[in-house]
């Protein structure tokens, strides 16, 4: 069976090739036109070859240009453009420990840019481990924040605080100038806003802590409002108020807001006005004890000023004729006695 398909498939073959012997040979054409055809077909082919290298290189060109222009895309996509909305709400005064600043793009978590101290609505700045941060708020007033804390920055004035604790003070100690606009910090347990005050804010896991050192916070829920006065410590858990305490405006629970506090500015400032502000900082009164300990303080010019406020005002009472008793709600101030 097999060697009868090998032979009907070799008879084709063998007749093909009887027909190619019995045909004669054709005539050669002349050599002038067996140039001139040769050199016909060698442009044909040149100019085939030439489109067809063109359409190649269109098409690698074509290829390399939808690669960059979408490269181009991509780049510009993660680009880290700050919001259209954004405005500044805050500047960095002072710095201790780790900081990190981060801007949301989109819900895009990246690293912002702060060499200028500039701090934008939609930015969020965390606090490492014993670190804190002060910063200058709008036009006026002072927010610390204590270590382990992270806040974001809304538009308007609203400060989101997702963990940690935070401290307002109305009035910027370290310039003089009020806040002329009020503060809202918002929480998950509900909003705190303020009335010319001093308070802290702090947000645990399942409670929410306000202290009120000056004035007076409200405190606002979806399902209840408080208010808490001067000296007052309230606690809230999700069902509501669940304890109001009392807190002397010199508890060492404010001590790490003392400590990075913004130092105050020195240029044309007497020293009765950095006792004051050390009082602020401290929560202690100022009683000025005994004739022209008073006058004293008005008439002294103020240096510079680097330190946390109770270490400073025993460095920069050296140098004067007042002396000062730290007390534990009081700072007493009085004219050093003259010695024999």
Same mark, same amino acid.
């Given at each position: 069976?097999?060697?009868?398909?090998?032979?009907?498939?070799?008879?084709?073959?063998?007749?093909? =090739?009887?027909?190619?012997?019995?045909?004669?040979?054709?005539?050669?054409?002349?050599?002038?036109?067996?140039?001139?055809?040769?050199?016909?077909?060698?442009?044909?082919?040149?100019?085939?070859?030439?489109?067809?290298?063109?359409?190649?290189?269109?098409?690698?060109?074509?290829?390399?240009?939808?690669?960059?222009?979408?490269?181009?895309?991509?780049?510009?996509?993660?680009?880290?453009?700050?919001?259209?909305?954004?405005?500044?709400?805050?500047?960095?005064?002072? =710095?201790?420990?780790?900081?990190?600043?981060?801007?949301?793009?989109?819900?895009?978590?990246?690293?912002?840019?702060?060499?200028?101290?500039?701090?934008?609505?939609?930015?969020?700045?965390?606090?490492?481990?014993?670190?804190?941060?002060?910063?200058?708020?709008?036009?006026?007033?002072?927010?610390?924040?204590?270590?382990?804390?992270? %806040?974001?920055?809304?538009?308007?004035?609203?400060?989101?605080?997702?963990?940690?604790?935070?401290?307002?003070?109305?009035?910027?100690?370290?310039?003089?100038?009020?806040?002329?606009?009020?503060?809202?910090?918002?929480?998950?347990?509900?909003?705190?806003?303020?009335?010319?005050?001093?308070?802290?804010?702090?947000?645990?896991?399942?409670?929410?802590?306000?202290?009120?050192?000056?004035?007076?916070?409200?405190?606002?829920?979806?399902?209840?409002?408080?208010?808490?006065?001067?000296?007052?410590?309230?606690?809230?858990?999700?069902?509501?108020?669940?304890?109001?305490?009392?807190?002397?405006?010199?508890?060492?629970?404010?001590?790490?807001?003392?400590?990075?506090?913004?130092?105050?500015?020195?240029?044309?400032?007497?020293?009765?006005?950095?006792?004051?502000? %050390?009082?602020?900082?401290?929560?202690?009164?100022?009683?000025?004890?005994?004739?022209?300990?008073?006058?004293?303080?008005?008439?002294?010019?103020?240096?510079? %000023?680097?330190?946390?406020?109770?270490?400073?005002?025993?460095?920069?009472?050296?140098?004067?004729?007042?002396?000062?008793?730290?007390?534990?709600?009081?700072?007493?101030?009085?004219?050093?006695?003259?010695?024999?």
């Amino acid at each position: 069976m097999n060697n009868l398909t090998d032979q009907q498939s070799r008879e084709p073959e063998d007749a093909l =090739q009887e027909l190619f012997r019995m045909a004669s040979r054709r005539p050669e054409p002349p050599p002038d036109d067996a140039a001139s055809i040769r050199a016909a077909v060698h442009a044909d082919w040149q100019q085939i070859t030439r489109r067809s290298r063109r359409k190649r290189n269109l098409i690698g060109f074509a290829t390399a240009a939808s690669v960059l222009f979408a490269a181009v895309i991509m780049l510009d996509a993660w680009r880290p453009v700050p919001p259209h909305s954004a405005e500044l709400v805050a500047r960095i005064e002072r =710095q201790v420990g780790e900081v990190r600043i981060y801007q949301f793009i989109d819900d895009l978590k990246t690293s912002a840019a702060t060499g200028s101290g500039d701090l934008l609505s939609g930015y969020a700045v965390s606090t490492g481990n014993d670190s804190a941060l002060a910063l200058s708020w709008r036009n006026g007033g002072s927010i610390r924040l204590d270590e382990k804390t992270t %806040v974001k920055f809304s538009t308007g004035n609203t400060l989101i605080l997702d963990a940690g604790r935070v401290y307002f003070d109305s009035q910027n100690s370290g310039t003089g100038i009020a806040s002329k606009s009020r503060l809202v910090v918002e929480t998950k347990f509900g909003d705190v806003e303020h009335l010319g005050t001093q308070y802290m804010v702090e947000q645990g896991p399942k409670e929410l802590l306000v202290s009120v050192r000056e004035g007076m916070v409200q405190i606002l829920a979806d399902t209840y409002s408080e208010k808490a006065l001067a000296g007052e410590k309230v606690q809230f858990s999700d069902d509501g108020l669940s304890s109001r305490t009392t807190i002397n405006p010199s508890d060492s629970e404010w001590d790490w807001a003392a400590k990075i506090a913004p130092h105050i500015d020195a240029e044309k400032r007497s020293i009765y006005d950095f006792i004051e502000w %050390v009082g602020r900082e401290t929560g202690r009164s100022i009683q000025y004890v005994g004739p022209g300990a008073r006058n004293l303080a008005n008439e002294a010019i103020l240096g510079s %000023v680097d330190k946390e406020p109770l270490v400073a005002l025993q460095l920069h009472l050296i140098t004067t004729d007042l002396a000062a008793d730290v007390r534990p709600d009081t700072i007493v101030i009085s004219v050093k006695p003259v010695d024999d």
